[in-house]
């Protein structure tokens, strides 16, 4: 098992950053890639950005790319999403996940064996 806790959700002007942070205990962090979904309310959940085990490949969805960067720091047990000029169509919530099948990572949710709780990010116009 491993559990997976987010931080760093907020409300932000347009334009503005926010840096997620994904916690993980349990076991070992850097056996597994990692990735960020999210979902708007009436949405389905929708992938973000997935990063490998050792955080040497990463890859985004369209609408995020040369926007957000995905980063972890498997000595602190730690993932993050700097989220930069942001849009009130990045409003979601935001969910961190492990990766169960590759240690490249994935954009498929269902590869995803572990899950945190997720985090408000609301953008205002």
């Known amino acids: 098992q491993v559990q997976l806790v987010e931080s760093g959700g907020g409300l932000v002007q347009a334009g503005g950053s926010l840096r997620l942070s994904c916690g993980a205990s349990g076991r070992t962090f850097s056996n597994y890639a990692m990735g960020w979904f999210r979902q708007a309310p009436g949405k389905e959940r929708e992938f973000v950005a997935t990063?490998?085990?050792?955080?040497?490949?990463?890859y985004y969805a369209d609408s995020v790319k040369d926007r957000f960067t995905i980063s972890r720091d498997n000595v602190k047990n730690t993932m993050y999403l700097q989220m930069n000029t942001l849009k009130p169509e990045d409003t979601a919530v935001y969910y961190c996940?492990?990766?169960?099948?590759?240690?490249?990572?994935?954009?498929?949710?269902?590869?995803?064996?572990?899950w945190g709780q997720g985090t408000q990010v609301t953008v205002s116009s």
């Open positions: 996940a492990a990766d169960r099948t590759s240690i490249s990572g994935s954009t498929y949710a269902l590869n995803y064996a572990y």
């Open positions: 990063i490998s085990w050792n955080g040497q490949t990463t």
